[in-house]
């Protein structure tokens, strides 16, 4: 049927030679041989010539370009049927899109492969098997921009990175908790990546400065590290990193127990784009690395300083006098056992809008340090003075009203608070959650007061409270009785 059809095609074209003599043509059919030759399919085109030879013109053109009429979606810039494609929620979707023609598949697969799915074992074999083979369409492994594999942190070791290494467009990379990963895995994943943006090797004790200064060589435009608990780091490779990877902004480097000062001096100097920076537990610190992070950190807006014991008063006294951080928006101090009322005084004026500050176990602090946290007023939101057992009601009762936008407090330990501090609490029209442990001086009448309908502002409407949690253990001058007047949950 094939060759009669191709001999039939090869007969008219002969015919509509200018030689032709065949008394059957006319003007009219020349017309309707044009625009047939704008067919794709000319044995179709020529079925329909010797079934219509009783139509008139209009009718054949009508006909032909019924036949013609691409699909509307077909019609799209390819930016319009991706944002399109982007909408759909599953990856089974986009495979299904794949399969309907190649534009299709053009316009589909990025987003597809963009961010595979790697949460089970039998997912992660597909990619690299799809990877690996030599006659597919698409290059696969140009196309993934994101890979996490934290899911099967028991599972990937440095032959599970081997055969993903030829992917040199990730641009996030995410291996946390990935404990049987070394350098030798995950080396050469960086080497010659130059569009990474974002690396997490968290709990990774087989990573060394190696990696590091690979990292380093390739990833000029790297934005996110962290290295949490990767304690075989050293100050060697961070300063690397920090000279020649300057967009940074954020940095987890906690419990890095190697890093000194020299490390954290020498990426605030470089990377003046720093806008988040957590060095929870590293005891090396002292003051001068954080005098300098803090007067170059023009963009800093939270700064994690969690037991890192050898910060003193003087690494905020030595800011610049007229320096004002309108940036800095969280502080954690967490068992800075040496911070005084001076260094509280000195970050309020230096970060008036503050939103969250966290003192717990800065036992030196008195209520006159408290007494400048009010100098936040509505900026502070949330307020952690747990184990500061010198403040009194005097302190706190300046700060709820001064303060009067705070949602969480953590009062636990302070046992020289009583019922007139937690009174005060009361007023708060936003407070979500209290933390009273061990105030063993509050008795039922604050914890009633509590949880009663707040009025907002003096002859303002009354409204439900919002309070989510209280939390009371160890308060033993409590009686069953609260628990009468207090909804269930608030309780805890």
């Given at each position: 049927m094939a060759r009669a059809r191709s001999m039939?095609?090869?007969?008219?074209?002969?015919?509509?030679?200018?030689t032709s003599t065949s008394p059957e043509r006319d003007a009219d059919l020349d017309d309707d041989n044009d625009s047939i030759m704008l067919q794709t399919n000319d044995s179709q085109s020529s079925i329909a010539l010797s079934t219509s030879t009783d139509m008139d013109h209009d009718a054949q053109r009508r006909l032909i370009e019924e036949r013609c009429r691409v699909?509307?979606?077909?019609?799209?810039?390819?930016?319009?049927?991706?944002?399109?494609?982007?909408?759909?929620?599953?990856?089974?979707?986009?495979?299904?899109?794949?399969?309907?023609?190649?534009?299709?598949?053009?316009?589909?697969?990025?987003?597809?492969?963009?961010?595979?799915?790697?949460?089970?074992?039998?997912?992660?074999?597909?990619?690299?098997?799809a990877i690996r083979r030599p006659d597919s369409y698409f290059d696969y492994s140009s196309l993934v921009k994101r890979l996490n594999l934290s899911a099967l942190d028991d599972i990937v070791s440095d032959g599970t990175l081997q055969p993903l290494s030829s992917c040199k467009r990730i641009e996030r990379l995410t291996l946390t908790n990935c404990r049987a990963l070394t350098?030798?895995?995950?080396?050469?994943?960086?080497?010659?990546?130059?569009?990474?943006?974002?690396?997490?090797?968290?709990?990774?004790?087989?990573?060394?400065?190696?990696?590091?200064?690979?990292?380093?060589?390739?990833?000029?435009?790297?934005?996110?590290?962290?290295?949490t608990n990767c304690h075989n780091i050293t100050d060697e490779s961070i300063q690397a990193v920090a000279r020649t990877c300057r967009y940074l902004k954020r940095l987890k480097l906690n419990g890095c127990s190697q890093l000194t000062d020299r490390a954290i001096m020498s990426l605030a100097v470089h990377c003046k784009y720093i806008l988040e920076i957590d060095l929870h537990g590293c005891e090396n610190l002292e003051d001068d690395s954080?005098?300098?992070?803090?007067?170059?950190?023009?963009?800093?807006?939270?700064?994690?300083?969690?037991?890192?014991?050898?910060?003193?008063?003087?690494?905020?006294l030595r800011l610049p006098s007229e320096a004002i951080y309108d940036s800095l928006r969280i502080m954690d101090l967490t068992d800075c056992a040496n911070l005084q009322d001076a260094g509280v005084i000195k970050i309020v004026h230096a970060a008036p809008r503050l939103r969250t500050?966290?003192?717990?176990?800065?036992?030196?602090?008195?209520?006159?340090a408290v007494m400048a946290i009010t100098r936040l007023g509505k900026n502070l939101h949330y307020i952690h003075l747990g184990h500061c057992s010198r403040i009194t009601d005097t302190?706190?009762?300046?700060?709820?009203?001064?303060?009067?936008?705070?949602?969480?407090?953590?009062?636990?330990?302070?046992?020289?608070l009583t019922d007139n501090s937690v009174m005060q609490l009361s007023t708060l029209p936003k407070l979500k959650r209290v933390g009273?442990?061990?105030?063993?001086?509050?008795?039922?009448?604050?914890?009633?007061?509590?949880?009663?309908?707040?009025?907002?502002?003096?002859?303002?409407?009354?409204?439900?409270?919002?309070?989510?949690?209280?939390?009371?253990?160890?308060?033993?001058?409590?009686t069953l009785a609260v628990s009468n007047s207090c909804p269930a949950p608030y309780l805890c």
């Open positions: 039939y095609r090869e007969s008219s074209t002969r015919s509509d030679t200018s699909c509307p979606i077909s019609r799209l810039p390819a930016e319009l049927m991706i944002a399109i494609f982007a909408k759909l929620a599953s990856p089974a979707d986009l495979r299904s899109c794949m399969l309907v023609s190649r534009d299709w598949a053009r316009n589909s697969v990025g987003l597809l492969w963009h961010r595979p799915q790697t949460t089970k074992w039998e997912n992660v074999k597909s990619i690299i098997s350098d030798f895995g995950v080396t050469p994943m960086l080497q010659n990546n130059h569009s990474l943006l974002a690396l997490d090797v968290t709990n990774i004790e087989g990573i060394t400065d190696r990696t590091m200064f690979t990292l380093a060589e390739n990833a000029v435009r790297l934005q996110g590290l962290n290295i954080i005098t300098t992070v803090m007067s170059e950190g023009a963009h800093l807006r939270e700064l994690r300083l969690a037991h890192c014991t050898r910060i003193t008063d003087n690494a905020f500050l966290v003192l717990n176990k800065c036992r030196a602090i008195t209520d006159r302190g706190l009762t300046q700060l709820v009203q001064k303060c009067n936008r705070i949602r969480y407090i953590d009062l636990a330990c302070c046992t020289n009273l442990v061990k105030c063993s001086d509050i008795t039922d009448r604050s914890i009633t007061a509590l949880s009663r309908p707040k009025q907002l502002g003096q002859g303002g409407p009354v409204t439900a409270t919002v309070l989510e949690r209280v939390h009371l253990s160890y308060c033993t001058n409590l």
